[in-house]
């Protein structure tokens, strides 16, 4: 069983959270009830600037910033690592201190690693 | 008259009502003004007066551009994900009011000060992202497509510096409390001992929210309108108050961690209340915000995941180690 207060942390959460949904699909309610509605053939077609539309725009795509996303995901996780250093911090003599340039250390080496192989150089498509 | 509002409200489930109660209010006829500022700001950047018919200097005209959405039909594309296209405009919506949960209008006028305060914010601020990336893609259009492509690059370049921005208040306060972080700062706003730290909370931030110069998501000079191409009438409102709320959510966590919150410079109060002192720097730093997208030329895709990684983000790391040191020192 949680403690009362966390519970209620969470519920008020949930309630805002219930909430915000409520009140994003009420208008839309509103609207679909209200609105006008139109018809013709190209109501619904996929807009592009006033030309017949020209196949899907689900294709393979180059996301050319992948490498980008793969530095990202391994520090993204080693930031959340830090938030409960950052609340534990001041409490040991000078442990954390070094613990902290260590773990810090480790992580800038991810970019200097990634400067040196030349992920931050975007190269036109040949 | 605040405190005895706030003392009569107490503690528990009734707090929570009346505040959900006044954030409802608040946070529509914020994104109203917003709006409308947004376009005289505009305007009279552009040396012409912005709206002026609906209203004394036009303040009406976005409720009339508001019913005027409810009334427009609302399309869904033949060939879209029917799904997921009608679910993101709700999902954007769905986070913006937990924020206003822990977010410190005054000493006593937080609905639930939680011991995770801010990383509350920030946990819910990642929904936004989300939803942008499901609405352009479930569009199946390539300007909304490439729209939500952007925005995630985006989110991927810039989480990193508002997290380690963050970080080094943290390392500062020992705690995600709202209202610790703002009492910490009763004689220094942390803007004076952390200046770096601030200014790459700023930008980071400002690409957050997807606003100029960092609005390639949206761009609409190259991409029409971006993610939200296909969205018309009250689902593209959502999206609309969506970001004008979050811009004020981002702009408050801005006030509250580096501009002392309610509190006055230097802790002089000249007599303000706390309430007006928050809202007087939230609304400074939302003109800003809009100083920027009227000033500044958009940045390119590849100069704005390049300046992050180069500059930013060492940046933000050596800031962190600095203030590790300091903090150690005194």
Same mark, same amino acid.
């Given at each position: 069983?949680?403690?009362?207060? *966390?519970?209620?942390?969470? *519920?008020?959460?949930?309630?805002?959270?219930?909430? %915000?949904?409520?009140?994003?699909?009420?208008?839309? #309610?509103?609207?679909?009830?209200?609105?006008?509605?139109?018809? &013709?053939?190209?109501?619904?077609?996929?807009? $592009?600037? &006033?030309? $017949?539309?020209? %196949?899907?725009?689900? #294709?393979?795509?180059?996301?050319?910033?992948?490498?980008?996303?793969?530095?990202?995901?391994?520090?993204?996780?080693?930031?959340?690592?830090?938030?409960?250093?950052?609340i534990a911090y001041g409490g040991y003599a000078i442990r954390d201190l070094v613990e902290v340039v260590v773990f810090v250390g480790i992580l800038s080496l991810a970019i200097v690693y990634a400067w040196c192989k030349g992920v931050f150089e975007w190269q036109p498509k040949k | 008259m605040t405190e005895t509002v706030v003392a009569a409200a107490g503690s528990g489930w009734l707090r929570i009502i009346i505040g959900?109660?006044?954030?409802?209010?608040?946070? =529509?006829?914020?994104?109203?003004?917003?709006? /409308?500022?947004?376009?005289?700001?505009?305007?009279?950047? =552009?040396?012409?007066?912005?709206?002026?018919?609906?209203?004394?200097?036009?303040?009406? =005209?976005?409720? +009339?551009?508001?019913?005027?959405?409810?009334?427009?039909?609302?399309?869904?594309?033949?060939?879209?994900?029917?799904?997921?296209?009608?679910?993101?405009?709700?999902?954007?919506?769905?986070?913006?009011?937990?924020?206003?949960?822990?977010?410190?209008?005054?000493?006593?006028?937080?609905?639930?000060?939680?011991?995770?305060?801010? !990383?509350?914010i920030f946990a819910f601020s990642t929904f936004s992202v989300l939803a942008i990336l499901l609405g352009g893609w479930a569009s199946n259009n390539k300007y909304a497509l490439l729209g939500a492509i952007r925005s995630v690059a985006q989110n991927v370049a810039y989480e990193i510096p508002l997290l380690l921005s963050v970080m080094?208040?943290? !390392?500062?306060?020992?705690?995600?409390?709202?209202?610790?972080?703002?009492?910490?700062?009763?004689?220094? /706003?942390?803007?004076? @001992? =952390?200046?770096?730290?601030?200014?790459?909370?700023?930008?980071? +931030?400002? +690409?957050?929210?997807?606003?100029?110069?960092?609005?390639?998501?949206?761009?609409?000079?190259? @991409?029409?309108a971006g993610f939200h191409t296909e969205y018309s009438g009250m689902r593209f409102g959502l999206f609309f108050l969506a970001e004008y709320t979050n811009m004020f959510i981002v702009s408050a966590v801005a006030a509250s961690l580096f501009f002392g919150g309610w509190q006055g410079p230097f802790g002089f109060s000249l007599g303000l209340p706390g309430l007006v002192w928050f809202l007087i720097k939230v609304y400074i730093l939302l003109f800003v915000l809009m100083w920027f997208r009227w000033t500044f030329p958009r940045v390119r895709f590849d100069q704005l995941m390049n300046f992050s990684w180069k500059v930013m983000i060492p940046l933000s790391l050596a800031n962190l180690l600095v203030t590790a040191v300091v903090v150690k020192l005194i």
């Open positions: 069983m949680l403690p009362k207060e *966390l519970l209620t942390d969470f *519920l008020a959460v949930a309630l805002f959270v219930a909430v %915000g949904v409520v009140f994003a699909v009420v208008p839309l #309610i509103i609207s679909s009830l209200v609105a006008r509605r139109s018809s &013709g053939v190209t109501r619904d077609e996929t807009y $592009e600037s &006033g030309m $017949e539309t020209i %196949g899907s725009a689900w #294709i393979q795509f180059t996301a050319a910033y992948y490498i980008y996303a793969l530095i990202f995901v391994a520090f993204d996780v080693d930031v959340l690592y830090l938030f409960p250093v950052a | 959900l109660i006044v954030v409802l209010l608040f946070s =529509q006829l914020n994104a109203l003004f917003l709006v /409308w500022l947004e376009r005289k700001v505009a305007g009279h950047i =552009q040396l012409r007066p912005g709206p002026m018919e609906v209203g004394p200097h036009g303040i009406l =005209q976005t409720i +009339a551009d508001g019913i005027k959405l409810v009334g427009k039909e609302l399309i869904t594309p033949r060939s879209a994900d029917r799904i997921l296209f009608v679910i993101a405009p709700v999902l954007v919506f769905m986070p913006v009011l937990v924020a206003f949960l822990v977010l410190p209008f005054d000493q006593h006028l937080i609905i639930r000060d939680m011991n995770v305060g801010l !990383l509350l080094s208040v943290v !390392l500062m306060t020992h705690s995600f409390r709202f209202s610790e972080i703002v009492a910490a700062q009763h004689r220094f /706003w942390f803007i004076f @001992l =952390q200046p770096v730290a601030g200014l790459i909370f700023f930008i980071a +931030a400002t +690409a957050e929210t997807n606003r100029a110069p960092f609005d390639i998501p949206e761009a609409e000079s190259e @991409l029409i």
